[in-house]
């Protein structure tokens, strides 16, 4: 089965984006499709790659990274709401004039058109947030 | 058409959890994560919902919520069946659509 899912919380704020993590690695544990995870509001935190949190505790930021290079997953960050929160990819950092970039590995910038398209082609939607 | 219904607050902290209930019917699922969890507490004041709807809705918990809260397995009410990550994919499958109550 095609699930699609959608994130809307950010990392380390309440549990959303654990319990997204956990949910997305047991379906494909599953052998189900992840379709694509989409990042919404401040869901697009997740998707920086300056995140340096204690040595000790979970990376999420890396979580999701390696679960997009290495299961294939298609993790996209919303335009409109990453822009509002400075997360940019190279283009977008140009088009902006900013200096930097910072959109983590695996992780792409796109529209809501993903979401759309997700919610058509998936079989189910499952959405994590606050 | 069934539906699951995902809660991810405490009935003490929010109205989601009612609503889920009171919105769900028969052959639907309700499934408390995160600190949903709280309200599957047998000696909790929402167990008489449960207790009242678990016969035309399936009630569940997500364990590894409920052990991060110190929720005991015989602490949780009858009617409540407690579910790993991979039931939630399960149930999320089983059913046709999946409702969070955000």
């Known amino acids: ?58 990376n999420l930021q890396r979580a999701w990274s390696e679960i997009a290079l290495t299961r294939n997953v ?57 | 058409m069934s539906t699951l219904h995902t809660v991810n607050k405490s009935p003490f902290e929010r109205g989601s959890m009612a609503s889920a209930f009171a919105h769900a ?14 309200g599957a507490r047998k000696t909790g004041a929402f167990s008489p919902t449960i207790t009242g709807r678990s016969g035309a809705v399936s009630i569940y918990a997500l ?7 110190g929720v005991k397995a015989e602490d949780v009410a009858d009617g409540v069946t407690i579910v790993g990550y991979d039931g939630f994919v399960d149930l999320a499958a089983t059913h046709d659509r999946v409702c969070a109550w955000l």
């Open chain 1, 1 to 58: 089965m095609k699930f699609a899912v959608v994130v809307n919380e950010g990392p380390y704020t309440h549990q959303a984006s654990d319990s997204a993590l956990q949910f997305v690695k047991a379906a494909l544990d599953k052998g189900h499709e992840i379709f694509r995870v989409f990042f919404y509001h401040d869901g697009v935190n997740n998707g920086t790659r300056l995140t340096v949190p204690p040595q000790d505790d979970r």
């Open chain 1, 74 to 130: 298609d993790l996209v960050v919303c335009i409109a709401a990453a822009q509002r929160r400075g997360i940019l990819d190279a283009n977008e950092a140009k088009r902006q004039g900013k200096d930097a970039d910072n959109i983590a590995p695996g992780f792409r910038i796109s529209g809501l058109g993903q979401l759309i398209e997700a919610g058509i082609e998936a079989d189910r939607v499952v959405v994590f947030g606050d």
């Open chain 2, 25 to 38: 019917v028969e052959g639907d699922a309700v499934l408390m994560i995160e600190d949903g969890v709280l």
């Open chain 2, 63 to 69: 364990g590894p919520d409920l052990a991060a809260r």
